[in-house]
């Protein structure tokens, strides 16, 4: 009977927060897909933000995992999905903003297919190598890897035209080196493979690596921020020894283009209460995520400038995707 009656009076206390849930929405599960592999960031943020989500609107919502294609099959998935706010995705800039410009026909068009709900924050990407690599600081893995022959090194991504492949390939045209790509069907099996010595290299996110870091397992060199991280002071900005070097991605929730107007205000709404709780403001930040307050309309500004700048960074790498 309480549970019975927190539920009905929970549309009453959201109302007074400054919204109120529609008597038929949700009618059932909400699903928020994930177009990356279980064990990333966004698996990770995209868990901790449903849950959280689940609690504001007194609703059920279940993620689901989707990947494939550097994120495209789980993102056209969504672009396909019924316009009733039962299916949402949480995905990242890579899959975004890149992919348009990687793949001939990525399966969507990353503005008109979507609806921003909301941009939850940025987390840089970490430059991490086995102990057992030769260098055990940023400046000696430049000079360690120029040492060798072309491609003699090689570096795990999350999969081809993932950000960390886009970096590891930046990074190469920005110190004159060459390092040979292996990808992998998500961050999870690249970084395992890099802790077990079979590829010594790979750019990953804080909350990928943090622990293994910690641990000794893995080594930090540098993070692909213009400044040091504070997941990570120490570390230095691989900025500061290769001026004009940056690249980090945001996280950010959709919705199919198309639902009703007074569901995607209730999601905004929803998003923007549960992104304010403190709980899952420590947890997200101890991620390595930094937060943002950007509206909607500021989201779809950012996607805009981002898709701008990775068109012009794809043209000039050559790098392609069929």
């Keep these: 009977m309480r549970q019975r009656l927190g539920l009905l009076a929970l549309p009453i206390l959201l109302s007074w927060s400054g919204w109120s849930l529609s008597a038929d929405y949700p009618t059932r599960p909400i699903t928020v897909v994930v177009p990356q592999a279980t064990g990333g960031t966004n698996d990770i943020v995209g868990r901790m933000v449903s ?43 890579s899959a975004q903003a890149i992919n348009p410009w990687l793949y001939k026909s990525p399966g969507f068009d990353p503005v008109k297919d979507f609806t921003p709900i909301a941009l939850i924050g940025a987390v840089p990407n970490v430059l991490v190598v086995h102990p057992s690599f030769p260098a055990k600081t940023l400046k000696e893995f430049f000079e360690t890897v120029k040492s060798k022959p072309a491609r003699h090194y090689q570096y795990a991504s999350a999969g081809n035209g993932t950000l960390n492949h886009l970096l590891g390939e930046m990074l190469g045209s920005y110190a004159g080196v060459s390092l040979q790509h292996v990808p ?87 998003m923007k209460k549960a992104l304010e709780n403190p709980d899952l403001k420590e947890k997200l930040t101890s991620q390595g995520v930094e937060l943002s307050n950007a509206t909607p309309a500021q989201l779809a500004s950012l996607l805009q400038e981002d898709l701008a700048r990775w068109s012009k960074t794809v043209k000039e790498s050559g790098a392609t995707i069929d």
């Design 51 to 93: 849950q959280k989500l689940a609690e504001v609107m007194g609703a059920s919502v279940v993620v689901e995992n989707k990947p494939g294609a550097g994120g495209n099959i789980g993102t056209s998935y969504v672009a396909k999905a019924p316009k009733d706010g039962h299916t949402l995705m949480l995905t990242v800039s």
């Design 184 to 270: 992998y069907k998500g961050v999870a099996p690249a970084i395992n493979d890099v802790l077990g010595g079979q590829v010594p290299i790979a750019f990953a996110t804080p909350a990928s690596v943090l622990q293994h870091i910690r641990s000794g397992k893995l080594i930090a060199l540098g993070v692909s921020t213009p400044q040091r991280s504070p997941s990570l002071p120490q570390v230095p900005a691989i900025g500061e020894l290769l001026p004009g070097y940056s690249g980090s991605l945001w996280i950010a929730m959709y919705a199919p283009r198309g639902i009703p107007s007074d569901i995607e205000a209730q999601l905004q709404a929803a």
